[in-house]
């Protein structure tokens, strides 16, 4: 069974208690930055990024992604304002989240999606892109593509840290 949800615990269960690849996704008004888990769900890295065309577009590009990797899982960012709340940005990405999980649940490519609190990770990630050490022209390189793609790699860890949890308990109880 697939599931779209907000609830990590939920997400887990339908992944029937076992680790597979999932995919980070940071969604932005343009461009989305993708990566990757360890199969273990030890440690998320940077994949890559595309530039939001069509709806169509974007769920082939996924879709490829998706039989590459094996993947069983997306975690979508969800930007939610600092108090938690919805704004216009925030319901934009959940409807095109819900979009591709139905688009891709009719073309055979059904996978669950897990959407994750973003609040303060590009903050995190403007704070390395701005460390003292990094020259001018470096920065200039990390910005872009760079960003959106390690901006995933943040979220998608954080939702590893949890899921992780999960499933340490579980086996713990299985013991």
Sequence with gaps: MLVFTHNHYDFYH??????????????????VGLSISSYEWLIASPLCSFTRKSGYDDSLFI?????????????????????????????????????????????????SILMWDERLSSRAINQVVSLDTLGRKKKRQLKGDTHDKLAATY????????????HIAAQNKQI
């Design 14 to 31: 339908n992944l029937q208690h076992s680790p597979c690849v999932l995919l980070g996704l940071d969604i932005g008004k343009k461009n």
């Design 63 to 111: 879709e490829h992604l998706l039989d590459k990797h094996q993947v069983r899982g997306l975690v979508c960012g969800m930007p939610l304002s600092m108090d938690g709340s919805f704004s216009a940005h925030s319901q934009s990405i959940v409807d095109w989240c819900k979009w591709l999980f139905q688009n891709l649940k009719e073309h055979g490519k059904g996978v």
């Design 155 to 166: 979220l998608l860890q954080s939702a590893l840290e949890i899921l992780q949890r999960h």
